[in-house]
């Protein structure tokens, strides 16, 4: 197992992430507890130590399950991570009550890495908002011992990650982003490592194959990789672009199964980066599977002037982009338009075609946005 330093501990560059747990019957709220129970045996024997749960995975529980299988070890032999769950704003006025809740559910007296969860357009206004008592409530429990290093994980933009960090980044010991190759360019994840690069904050990288997407290619992109790496699989391609990423500390795989487990084990004996030419051929890829189901919108803004109803659809037409590639797992967009007034939704479009007269990329804007509406059942 490939180590990674973070201040005095070595962690396990590949850390076991609990959101997609073995399940019964399908049912998401019910986990396989004996083959998770498995999956966590062979991790310890193989040298995992970060284990990464969350307050609403698995329908809560998760951190009950992860407590249950991780008190059968000292507790110096792993690192457990939980997370405040603020993408609920319901949940803001609630961190006392939530933090001692997950104590109790994952069985410990303290976490090692603890995290405000998902801070988005959503919700970075009320995780800066003192009303709450968030920040100096997590900030106590860090000078109580209960929580040895304080971080946060992001889906928001750059300009939001930047508000967040404007107000807590000195306090901020490492942060969470869903990156992998194929957000590389598409979310700017890219621009999000640079931010920081520039705080020197370690990254800790979520969605490394995004939700299993990138574990399998079309046929020609799959020649491509092996033609290049003849030894190495799909999957692995994805994690051997993370060991070439500057920051990355810690990388969350959430596998389901012994056999991903297994596999992505094997991937982290070595670590490989991406030559240049290599990191070249994997973007590209990323690239040619975005243009085949995605809107070619620049984000010129040229539409927004045009707009009778002012709406922002650069904004919205990204936000149709990710759910168009996500798929089933489709979260980052309703999570997007929470953020986006009654009046401003794409719904609210009256098919004017105006700003498809001013569009440099020709995009019929209002059949786009009638079916991202529809997408999302409005």
């Known amino acids: 197992m490939v180590y990674n330093d973070f201040q005095d501990l070595k962690l396990s560059a590949l850390g076991m992430g609990n959101m997609r747990l073995p399940v019964l019957e399908g049912d998401d709220g019910k986990i396989d507890v004996d083959t998770a129970r498995e999956m966590f045996a062979y991790c310890m024997e193989q040298g995992i130590n970060y284990y990464d749960t969350a307050y609403g995975y698995h ?15 000292d507790r110096d032999k792993f690192y457990l991570a939980s997370k405040f769950p603020g993408y609920d704003l319901n949940n803001m006025p609630k961190v006392k009550e939530i933090f001692e809740e997950q104590l109790k559910k994952c069985q410990v007296d303290y976490f090692d890495f603890y995290l405000f969860h998902n801070v988005c357009e959503m919700n970075v206004d009320a995780y800066l908002d003192p009303k709450y008592g968030i920040y100096d409530y997590l900030i106590e429990q860090k000078k109580n011992g209960r929580i040895k290093h304080l971080g946060f994980s992001a889906h928001g933009n750059i300009d939001c990650m930047t508000k967040f960090l404007d107000a807590y980044g000195k306090d901020m010991e490492f942060c969470q982003i869903e990156l992998n190759y194929f957000d590389y360019n598409f979310q700017d994840a890219k621009g999000k490592v640079e931010l920081l690069n520039k705080w020197n904050i370690p990254i800790w990288v979520m969605e490394p194959v995004r939700g299993g997407q ?11 990789l092996k033609e290049a790496r003849p030894d190495e699989d799909v999957p692995a391609w994805a994690f051997r672009f993370l060991q070439s990423i500057p920051g990355v500390t810690m990388t969350l795989s959430g596998m389901s199964n012994m056999e991903q487990l297994v596999a992505n084990i094997k991937t982290y004996e070595t670590n490989k980066p991406l030559n240049s030419t290599e990191f ?9 599977m975005i243009k085949k189901t995605t809107v070619p919108c620049t984000g010129c803004h040229y539409c927004v002037s045009h707009c009778p109803k002012k709406l922002d659809i650069p904004f919205l037409l990204k936000l149709y982009n990710e759910a168009m590639v996500s798929g089933a797992g489709v979260f980052i967009a309703p999570m997007g338009l929470a953020s986006v007034d009654e009046d401003k939704q794409p719904d609210c479009c009256v098919a004017c075609h105006s700003c498809e007269k001013v569009c440099p990329q ?3 804007i209002p059949e786009e946005l009638k079916k991202f509406a529809e997408k999302m059942g409005k």
């Open 280 to 288: 070249e051929l994997i973007l590209g890829i990323a690239d040619d």
């Open 59 to 73: 329908a809560g529980q998760s951190e009950v399950v992860v407590g249950e299988l991780l008190k059968d070890y």
């Open 362 to 364: 020709n995009i019929h």
């Open 214 to 224: 990138l574990a399998t290619l079309p046929k020609e992109a799959a020649a491509r």
